[in-house]
C-alpha cells in the first residue's frame, strides 16, 4: 500500500485541488490532471543545466529534459517540493524564483501520458552537483542558442513539457 505522501494533487484547471491518486494512476491512458514543477538552472556562463532521464523512467527515459522536474507531496507546496527535489535529483540547492504555471498533456506511446499543471521555477547555481542515478543518467551544462538549435534538429530527443517550456522562457 502506497503511503499518503506517495500521491500526486490532482487539480483542476484552475488549479484547484479535487483529492490525490497514485502516481501510477495519474499517467496511465490520458492521465489524470495533477500538479507538477519544472525547475532551470542556470549558471554564471548562461548556461542551462539539463538532465538525460534515467532509462529506468516509465515516460520518456532517456530524453533530454529541464534540471529537474517532479510533483509536489500531499500538504507541499509548489516552492517546497521544487526545494526538495532539487536536492534529491541534483544534490544541491539554491534559491528558486518562481517564472509561469501552465497545462499540457503529452501521450509516451502506449506506456501512459502526462496531463499537469505545471509551475516553472528557475534558479542560478555554479558548484558542484551529484546526480541521483536513480533519475538521470547524464547531464551538462549547455548554451541556450546551442540548446534551441540541438531542440530544432533533433526534437525526438527532448521532453515534449522540456520544449513547451523552452518557448514559455523565450516569450518572458
Known sequence: MKKKSDLLILVDEKDNILGYETKEKCHEGSGLLHRAFSIFIF????????????????LWPRYW???????????????????????????????????????????YYSHGSENEICTIFSGKYNGDVQINPLEMEDFKWINLGVLHDQVKSSPGIFTPWFKLELNILNNL
Not at 534540471?67 to 535529483?89: D, K, Q
Open 65 to 107: 529534459s529541464n534540471t529537474c522536474c517532479s510533483h509536489p507531496r500531499i500538504g507541499e507546496s509548489y516552492i517546497h517540493g521544487a526545494n526538495r527535489r532539487l536536492v534529491e535529483e541534483c544534490g544541491f540547492e539554491t534559491e528558486l524564483k518562481y517564472l509561469s504555471k501552465f497545462h499540457y498533456s503529452a501521450d
Open 43 to 58: 549558471n554564471d556562463k548562461d548556461e542551462l543545466f539539463i538532465q538525460k532521464r534515467s532509462k529506468a523512467k516509465l
